[in-house]
């Protein structure tokens, strides 16, 4: 009888590795080798999983996308109130310091989205989720009557997707200019501003 092939589960290894790779050395300092140390394998081995280490850092990405986005989506369907929602997602949105590990991966391998169209795909996927996010809760107070939004849902969403980002890297720097709680707190004022509705406190 054959046995059961492996590959699931060795892939499965590899990006674990690879993800405990990029948060240790960074993805510009990366190599194939450190990736095949910390999964106990060759660099051979490596490559019969994945053809290219693109590859494989592709599936790190998708993965760590899915999880983030997957996290917050799941926290703001957990608050029926649209009020409360909406604090809980921008609270979801920002890293909670430079050792927030998920937040470093995603910025990590953000920034080859300059340079390969298959980084920037994964890199739209999770504006786009984030974007989306956001406007079925704006929409959803409107609707209600709970937000009496200053621009359409798409527009304010899109732009509290962008303030996240570029707040969330100045909390990953080695030197930050603010902690997470003003972060916060700058997100929530535009908040209330482009919805003209009073947030609770988190």
């Known amino acids: 009888m054959a046995r059961p092939s492996r590959a699931r589960e060795k892939r499965a290894e590899l990006v674990t590795a690879a993800r405990r790779a990029v948060l240790e050395r960074g993805i510009l300092d990366l190599r194939l080798r450190d990736v095949a140390e910390l999964a106990s394998m060759s660099a051979g081995s490596v490559l019969y999983y994945f053809p290219s280490m693109a590859d494989l850092l592709q599936e790190v990405q998708r993965e760590a996308v899915?999880?983030?986005c997957a996290?917050?989506?799941a926290a703001a369907a957990r608050?029926?109130?649209?009020?409360?929602?909406?604090?809980?997602?921008?609270?979801?949105?920002?890293?909670?310091?430079?050792?927030?590990?998920?937040?470093?991966l995603l910025y990590e391998l953000?920034?080859?989205?300059r340079?390969?169209?298959?980084?920037?795909a994964q890199h739209i996927?999770?504006?786009?989720?984030?974007?989306?996010?956001?406007?079925a809760i704006l929409e959803a107070g409107s609707a209600t009557g709970v937000f009496a939004l200053?621009?359409?849902?798409?527009?304010?969403?899109?732009?509290?997707?962008?303030?996240e980002d570029g707040l969330g890297l100045h909390l990953l720097d080695?030197?930050?200019?603010?902690?997470?709680?003003?972060?916060?707190?700058?997100?929530?004022?535009?908040?209330?501003?482009?919805?003209?509705?009073?947030?609770p406190p988190p």
């Open 110 to 113: 953000g920034a080859h989205a």
């Open 150 to 163: 200053t621009r359409d849902a798409m527009t304010i969403a899109r732009n509290l997707v962008a303030l």
């Open 174 to 199: 080695a030197v930050q200019p603010f902690d997470p709680g003003t972060a916060r707190d700058l997100l929530l004022s535009y908040a209330e501003d482009t919805t003209r509705c009073p947030l």
């Open 71 to 73: 996290a917050r989506e």
């Open 115 to 120: 340079r390969d169209p298959a980084y920037a």
């Open 79 to 104: 608050e029926p109130d649209l009020r409360r929602r909406l604090v809980t997602t921008i609270g979801s949105g920002l890293p909670a310091g430079p050792g927030d590990e998920l937040c470093v």
């Open 125 to 135: 996927r999770l504006y786009e989720r984030q974007v989306a996010l956001y406007a």
């Open 66 to 68: 899915d999880r983030f």
